[in-house]
């Protein structure tokens, strides 16, 4: 004969709901904004890596840009000026990006205590690792 327990009833008020609810919202979102700063991070060191191949380059070349969908051809000091404010801007994203991500890990935290202050082991918040 095994010794199985119910599962204990757990009441969920309309409280509790919206704040999982909100818990999970927000889980998204963090994992939105995580994928967006790895792109961001990805863009940078493509940016970083075209200023260091454009050092090699002799100064009377003119070196195709890309803006929008149309190369452009400029002088490499041109060139450089433009990466590096590209460079700017793309650090500046990441940053704003990784702000929103610690907005966001401080209200799911304060929503974790509380859910399992509440539900203990009945409720998992955790994300699974792929």
Known sequence: ??????????HITFEDQQKINRFARLNAKLEDLK????E??????????????IILLDETERIPYLVGE???????EKTQACLEESKNKTETE???LKSKSSEIKEWMGDLKTYL?????SNINLEADEE
């Open 70 to 76: 149309v190369f452009i051809y400029q002088d490499i």
């Open 116 to 120: 399992y202050g509440k539900f203990g």
């Open 94 to 96: 990441i940053a704003v």
């Open 40 to 53: 961001k991070e990805n863009d940078l060191k493509k940016l970083e890596d075209a200023c260091d191949e």
């Open 35 to 38: 994928f967006e700063i790895k």
């Open 1 to 10: 004969m095994s010794t199985l327990q119910a599962d204990s009833d757990v």
